[in-house]
């Protein structure tokens, strides 16, 4: 059953050939103070690759990871005061909350680029790679597409 | 040749496990074999690295030794001629309170020396490159005569907040952050450089700063206030002259912690004022939130109550490090642009406001790039970090420097006499220094002249032949898409 168009055999092949097309960023958004907050505006080089709402939803669902790495409250002011009280050595043994939400958000971004954004010829790169600047989404090139449509061609009168 | 397939799940076998953090590189025959380089190896910023890139200081490490030295000392006197007489005499709990806080404050010195301050990595090419795009779109493009100075406005809590273009790293910097001159970095929430330990105090290490000067603070006190108490006593039994010949080491300790005590315990003070309005040595100096400005001037940053604001400083998540220090340079993914020479760099992203090209800083680097020797004797101590630890350069002048950028003409370094540990920044009439409002030359022109240029240019990595094996990679890799 063929439902997307094409597949890969490595991301890590389409980022090098990736590293040559187009790049799309996501800058910070300040305007909460120094929190990690990313745009979500819509930029218009991606309005024929993919749907509004699920880039808005990716966007948004990253925020709120952030949000919540960064969020003050009882439990990372227990995480603090335990590591003040060890000198700070408990981080030897344990990463922090922050660490643990990242690796979250490395996983959320992975399972997005598989099921969604590949698909769509784009790839979305995590913004710690980048030093929380920017979210950077690379345009695939089109290529792949044009050749693979050829071989469908080419295997449907093979059938017949 | 190339199949139509769905985008099954990862059990297929030819469908690889997808990871967006590069591994290792492709291999191609047209690549040179280049040995594995760590990312502090080739750090653009001017720090220095230990233990293998664990940890990194400023480069002028000397005033570091200096602060080391008299804690260890003072203490060590303290433990080797007091504390036998005062255990003895009033309680053994003396020696071990003293030891307590002789170990804290050690340990948190290191942890501020030593740990990444909250620096922000330069941008990458491509990201230059769009900013670039961005700013000219704004600025309508102009030739002949230099635009102004790159700012963004943003308004954070209903103050509005300039936003400035850092011209070394290529980025707006977020609110808080500063460019420090002296490490040629961006750090976030920047607070000061400060000499004495050695690092620029930052978001990442501002909570064991202010933990390292308090518990100074009361260790300087701890060990003002026994030994007086020793020669007191002492005295009393054996006259004050025996008393002297009988532990000399006491009047040194006396000296260096009187000396000491002004200043380390006039500057905790000023932090947590500092820390309960939740501002920065920075924005302190410059006024940046004092109802003198303006009648609707306040703190956006601050919490509100005073014990939000401690908890938030002190007790906070600690982010961790944006720099990978550790981690290996990758020969395929975009490195930062090292600042070179200020009027090459900033002559060519003239011109490329012109030009539609994607990545124009790529093209117009190599020239300088390629052909710098690696000069000896720059940031890259690989040795383990048992050996000795190098004194770096001359010891610089015991201020402390809150707000420099790279736009100054000169390093407003105060050069006063000091004896003991003393911080100046207690003081309230600091407004010498130069703001980086004043005179936007690019800071690419390093205001020290000196060797310190060179260490810039050295990217013996990236060279124009990458470039082209990279799109052969690129070619490969379309190829080898097509599968069995």
């Given at each position: 059953?063929i439902?997307?168009p094409?597949?890969?055999h490595?991301l890590q092949e389409?980022r090098?050939s990736a590293s040559l097309?187009?790049?799309v ?6 305007s909460d103070?120094t929190t990690c907050r990313f745009?979500?505006?819509f ?10 709402p699920?880039f808005?939803d990716t ?5 709120i990871?952030?949000?919540e790495a960064?969020k003050?409250?009882?439990?990372s002011?227990l995480e ?5 009280a ?14 643990k939400?990242l690796?979250?958000i ?10 969604i954004?590949?698909?769509r010829g ?5 913004p710690?790679e980048r030093?929380?600047?920017v979210?950077?989404?690379?345009l695939?090139?089109?290529l792949c ?16 | 040749?190339l199949?139509l397939r769905v985008?099954e799940?990862?059990r297929e076998c030819?469908?690889s ?5 590069s591994?290792t590189?492709m ?8 040995p594995?380089?760590?990312k ?8 220095k690295?230990?233990c ?12 570091f ?13 303290f ?19 003293g030891g307590v ?7 948190t010195l290191f942890r501020?020396?030593?740990s ?6 330069r941008?990458?090419?491509?990201e ?6 961005q700013?000219?779109?704004a600025?309508g493009?102009?030739s002949?005569y ?17 936003l400035k273009y850092?011209?070394?790293?290529k980025?707006?910097r977020?609110?808080r ?11 976030e929430?920047?607070?000061?450089h ?12 501002y ?6 000067i308090?518990s100074l ?5 701890f060990?003002f206030?026994?030994?007086i ?13 025996n ?6 080491a ?17 500057l905790?003070?000023f932090?947590?004022?500092l820390?309960s309005s ?10 940046s939130?004092?109802?003198k ?5 306040y703190n956006p940053y ?5 014990f ?6 002190l007790?906070g998540p ?6 990978d220090?550790?981690?290996?340079v990758?020969?395929?993914t975009?490195?930062?642009?090292p600042?070179t020479?200020?009027i090459t760099?900033?002559?060519?992203t003239q011109?490329?406001s012109?030009?539609?090209?994607a990545?124009p800083?790529l093209?117009?680097e190599?020239?300088?790039l390629?052909?710098?020797a ?10 383990p970090?048992s050996g000795?630890?190098?004194?770096g ?10 707000n420099?950028s ?8 105060r050069?006063e ?7 100046h ?26 060797p310190?240029?060179?260490?810039h240019?050295?990217?013996g990595?990236?060279?124009?032949a ?9 070619v490969r890799g379309l190829v080898?898409l097509s599968?069995?």
């Amino acid at each position: 059953e063929i439902s997307a168009p094409w597949t890969f055999h490595n991301l890590q092949e389409l980022r090098h050939s990736a590293s040559l097309a187009n790049k799309v960023f996501l800058q910070r958004d300040y305007s909460d103070g120094t929190t990690c907050r990313f745009q979500t505006k819509f930029p218009s080089e991606l309005e024929s690759r993919i749907e509004r709402p699920l880039f808005e939803d990716t966007v948004k669902r990253l925020n709120i990871y952030y949000a919540e790495a960064e969020k003050m409250g009882g439990q990372s002011y227990l995480e603090g005061c335990l590591a003040c009280a060890t000198a700070y050595l408990i981080f030897l043994c344990m990463e922090t909350r922050y660490e643990k939400v990242l690796k979250k958000i490395g996983r959320y971004i992975q399972e997005q680029n598989e099921k969604i954004y590949a698909p769509r010829g784009l790839l979305i790169t995590d913004p710690i790679e980048r030093g929380m600047r920017v979210v950077s989404l690379q345009l695939l090139l089109l290529l792949c597409v044009c050749v693979c449509e050829r071989e469908t061609d080419k295997e449907k009168h093979k059938d017949r | 040749m190339l199949h139509l397939r769905v985008a099954e799940p990862m059990r297929e076998c030819e469908y690889s496990q997808i990871s967006t953090r590069s591994s290792t590189p492709m291999e191609t025959p047209y690549k040179k074999r280049t040995p594995k380089r760590r990312k502090w190896q080739a750090f653009p910023g001017r720090n220095k690295f230990f233990c293998n890139g664990r940890i990194m200081m400023a480069r002028q490490t000397g005033v570091f030794y200096l602060t080391l030295v008299l804690i260890l000392v003072t203490s060590g006197l303290f433990f080797a001629f007091d504390c036998p007489f005062l255990s003895m005499q009033i309680t053994p709990a003396i020696p071990v309170i003293g030891g307590v806080l002789f170990v804290f404050v050690l340990g948190t010195l290191f942890r501020t020396s030593f740990s990444d301050p909250g620096v922000l990595p330069r941008a990458t090419p491509d990201e230059a490159a769009d900013l670039e795009r961005q700013i000219d779109v704004a600025n309508g493009s102009s030739s002949g005569y230099r635009p102004p100075p790159r700012t963004r406005e943003v308004v954070i809590n209903g103050q509005t907040v300039k936003l400035k273009y850092c011209f070394t790293c290529k980025i707006f910097r977020p609110p808080r952050a500063s460019h420090c001159s002296l490490c040629d970095n961006c750090v976030e929430r920047f607070d000061h450089h400060c000499p004495w330990v050695g690092n620029c105090v930052g978001k990442r290490n501002y909570r064991f700063f202010y933990m390292f000067i308090l518990s100074l603070s009361f260790l300087t006190i701890f060990i003002f206030a026994f030994v007086i108490t020793h020669v007191i006593l002492r005295s009393h039994r054996y006259g004050f002259l025996n008393t002297l010949k009988d532990s000399p080491a006491s009047v040194l300790e006396v000296v260096v912690c009187f000396f000491s005590v002004w200043s380390i315990v006039g500057l905790s003070g000023f932090h947590t004022y500092l820390i309960s309005s939740n501002q920065t040595t920075n924005e302190d100096i410059k006024g940046s939130w004092s109802s003198k400005r303006g009648k609707g001037n306040y703190n956006p940053y601050s919490h509100g109550n005073v014990f939000t604001n401690c908890c938030a400083a002190l007790c906070g998540p600690l982010p961790p490090s944006l720099i990978d220090r550790r981690g290996f340079v990758q020969s395929d993914t975009p490195q930062p642009i090292p600042p070179t020479n200020g009027i090459t760099m900033y002559g060519s992203t003239q011109s490329q406001s012109h030009m539609a090209a994607a990545t124009p800083l790529l093209q117009s680097e190599p020239v300088i790039l390629t052909d710098e020797a690696f000069l000896p004797g720059r940031t890259s101590l690989g040795g383990p970090c048992s050996g000795a630890l190098p004194l770096g350069g001359h010891p610089t002048p015991p201020t402390s420097t809150p707000n420099l950028s790279c736009d100054n003409d000169m390093l407003p370094l105060r050069n006063e006499q000091s004896d003991g540990l003393r911080h100046h920044h207690t003081d309230g009439g600091h407004h010498h220094f130069l703001t980086p409002e004043e005179a936007p030359s690019p800071p690419g022109m390093l205001p020290c002249g000196s060797p310190l240029g060179h260490s810039h240019t050295i990217q013996g990595f990236y060279n124009p032949a990458s470039q082209d094996s990279l799109h052969e990679d690129s070619v490969r890799g379309l190829v080898k898409l097509s599968s069995v």
